[in-house]
């Protein structure tokens, strides 16, 4: 499982760009019933020239286990804010080869991981017709770069996550599909990556009877010994929280001597069959964020968040490390370290939480210090003297004694904020907008660099031209 570090961004610059597209009046229709022929119906931008699949099975229940290629070049257009802007339909034992060089990126922050899917992302629609379940199985292949597998609900948006896989390689995500129902595919490239790959959808049945006593799907395995009924209300699993903790704990731990409660979680595809060790929290307030951090872990475990029960159907975070939430009061959140058998021993485990709200007179945090004498709140825009970057005395001449510089704290529209005076020189690297040095700022590529006035006729770049970052006028000498 591939596993992130912390980063701090000192400055989020976001470029927006907007895409119109043809919509197919027809939904290609004309493409789920034929087979070893060309499409020559007008459905806006067939291409299909292979043999097209069936749409599923057919009036005798047999699943097709052909394997065609599929070119079609369908396109359909939703909001494109947080949903599938691309989508294309998919078949069952179809190889489709495809790219997503030159998609946009619409979605890159689910809700089943807080993984950076900033890479173009492309969506699959998946229209089960049959009569019964089916457990639909996504398989990922010949991926050029770092994609990722998201299975999403009827509306395909990144709020509607059922399923993921974000191994490296070739990787699966799996998930049961109703009668009559629709699931989205979509593969996103991990940190920006976009390349090429092939996806292959198959399918196969389920358990439809979870309380039956009955080997429904013929597997050996009846009821909620059956993968297929772990999220299903009879066979859901539960844990009990070992400890409860308070901001700022930090400890050592072991999941040796621990019981196994929960072996599948919802959007965890591993089975993790080992014991685990699960921490119960409850914020005070709103207005905080914490941030949980599992570190010095033995090989094979993982961090996961429940919220509002300690069940295996209530994953909110799964796979990361390191996971920053703003938590609900009114919701108790469970922090489980489990892992595959085998995993069992020690590790360290930290929750950090911060004041986020700054003038709402509440210590959010609960660290004895309410808004601005909350270290957390010293850059707020509540708490600062703010300043005009590309003024000569910036306006800070009564802060800190003079010994301050002003220094950028929003940039929709660029606002300064003062703080005394860092030592970073232009290019050298810097973690938070007052490590650099007067005039400078810390740029998203955490770099120190001068700034200077774009509307100004003379910039003042000693070295370089006068940049911009896209919060004009401001810009940096480059």
Known sequence: MRKNGHLFTSLLLLATGVVFFACDPSGSAGDAGMDGGSDSSVDGGDTDT??????????????????????????????????????????????????????????????????????????????????????????????????????????????????????????????????????FVVVDGYMGAACSFDLLLTEETVEVNCTGNIDDDGDGLTDCDDDDCVFETDCIQSCAPDETITCDHMGSHTTSGFTNSIEIYSFYSTSLNGPEKVFAFTASSIGTTVEANLFNETPGQELLVLSDFCASDAVAYAGLPTVEFAPDPVIPYFFVVDGPSGSAGSFEFQLTCRETDCDDSLDNDDDGLTDCADNDCEIDLSCVTTCDLLTADAGCASFDGGASACYLLDPYPPIGFCYS???????????????????AICTPADICLMACDLADSVPGCVSGTCSSLGIDPLGVCW
């Open 50 to 183: 292979g043999t097209q699949p069936d749409a599923g099975p057919d009036d005798s229940g047999e699943t097709d286990t052909d394997t065609d290629t599929d070119t079609d070049t369908d396109t359909t257009v939703l909001d494109g804010d947080g949903s599938c802007q691309m989508i294309e339909p998919a078949f069952v034992n179809t190889v489709i080869s495809d790219t997503t060089v030159g998609e946009p990126n619409d979605l890159f922050d689910y809700n089943c991981t807080a993984l950076d899917e900033s890479g173009s992302d492309l969506a699959f629609q998946f229209d089960h017709s049959g009569a019964v379940a089916i457990r639909l199985t996504a398989t990922l292949t010949n991926a050029t770069c770092d994609l990722d597998l998201f299975l999403l609900s009827e509306d395909c948006s990144k709020n509607s996550c059922v399923a993921y896989s974000a191994d490296t390689g070739d990787e699966s995500a799996a998930e049961i599909v109703q009668p009559s129902s629709t699931l």
């Open 421 to 439: 005076t860092g030592d970073a020189s232009v290019g050298d690297p810097c973690a938070a907008p007052h490590d650099c040095i007067a005039g």
